[in-house]
């Protein structure tokens, strides 16, 4: 089993919609978590990290569930611009551990 | 400003042939990463730093070497090019934070594309 598992998608909404997709890691122990975004061909960049009592950084929302062993990343209005694959990293030690990405497609 | 810079940006290479690809920060950052990126299968550790002749074999080391004389480089090195090691290869950095953990937040540079024929 894969440390860390993402729905790839891609997941293609209109502009203003909501989306909102989950990643599940294997690692209880797991102490940090990170939503990191990248942009086709280039490198990912840290868009938030996930705090145990769920955070937000303007239209995007990060829900951590320990019981289950999952965080999901929401993005409200969506625009055009959030068009990226997003990137779900869990830190089980010293090393932080990417899923392979979820990409999402936000259309006019 | 502080940066991540990695060379070449691009290489095509044959089989069997040694290559090496650079990673330079100027962020002063104790920790440095490598890592590859394939379809499918997202990033994947290849090898990692947490210091000035600190060196440490990721999920995914073999064939490939890296070692740390100073705190801004971090070279990796294919001994002998196979066409499994096609990819796109990220150099990232990070700080340390408190208790000496890793701050979770990595600074990666632009990637380099390599192509072994």
């Known amino acids: 089993r894969k440390e860390v598992e993402q729905d790839p998608g891609p997941f293609n909404v209109p502009e203003g919609a909501t989306v909102a997709f989950n990643c599940t890691y294997s690692n209880s122990a797991s102490q940090s978590f990170f939503w990191y975004r990248q942009d086709c061909r280039k490198e990912p960049k840290l868009l938030m990290s996930v705090y145990s009592s769920g955070n937000e950084d303007g239209r995007f929302t990060a829900q951590l569930n320990r019981a289950s062993q999952y965080i999901s990343l929401l993005i409200r209005d969506s625009k055009l611009s959030d068009s990226a694959t997003y990137l779900c990293?869990?830190?089980?030690?010293?090393?932080?551990?990417f899923g392979a990405g979820t990409t999402v497609t936000v259309r006019a | 400003d502080a940066e991540i810079t990695q060379s070449p940006r691009h290489k095509i290479t044959e089989t069997g042939r040694q290559v090496t690809l650079a990673c330079h920060q100027t962020w002063n950052h104790n920790n440095m990463f490598w890592y590859r990126q394939d379809l499918g299968h997202g990033l994947r550790l290849i090898h990692y730093?947490?210091?000035?002749?600190?060196?440490n074999k990721g999920e995914v080391s073999d064939g490939y070497s890296v070692s740390r004389s100073n705190t801004e480089d971090l070279p990796l090195t294919l001994e002998s090019a196979a066409s499994s090691q096609t990819s796109v290869y990220f150099c990232?950095?990070?700080?340390?934070?408190?208790?000496?953990?890793?701050?979770?937040?990595?600074?990666f540079g632009e990637g380099s594309r390599l192509t072994v024929l």
């Open positions: 990232a950095s990070s700080g340390t934070g408190l208790a000496g953990k890793n701050t979770g937040e990595l600074f």
């Open positions: 730093s947490y210091g000035v002749h600190d060196t």
């Open positions: 990293v869990v830190t089980p030690d010293y090393k932080l551990s």
